[in-house]
């Protein structure tokens, strides 16, 4: 099973944040970054990736599902 990890907090995007260019590629360390899809419309979807590799700094934010 691949870990998870439950948002414990709401994350907020705040109106007017500039969304610029992503990255072509990039490389990831395995088992530290972690996504969600998120839908605006019917038809369209993002993602949030976050890289947790410190968690004991990222507790208050993100507890892992076992």
């Not at 610029?20 to 970054?33: G, L, W």
């Not at 996504?35 to 892992?64: H, M, P, Q, R």
Request: contains cysteine; hydrophobic residues 40%; proline residues 5%.
């Amino acid at each position: 099973m691949t870990r998870q990890f439950r948002l414990k907090k709401d994350l907020i995007i705040p109106a007017g944040s500039i969304l610029k260019s992503a990255p072509i590629r990039t490389e990831r360390a395995p088992d530290m970054h972690f996504e969600y899809i998120v839908g605006l419309t019917d038809n369209t979807t993002g993602s949030f990736i976050y890289c947790i590799d410190e968690i004991e700094e990222l507790a208050e934010w993100f507890k892992e599902e076992k």
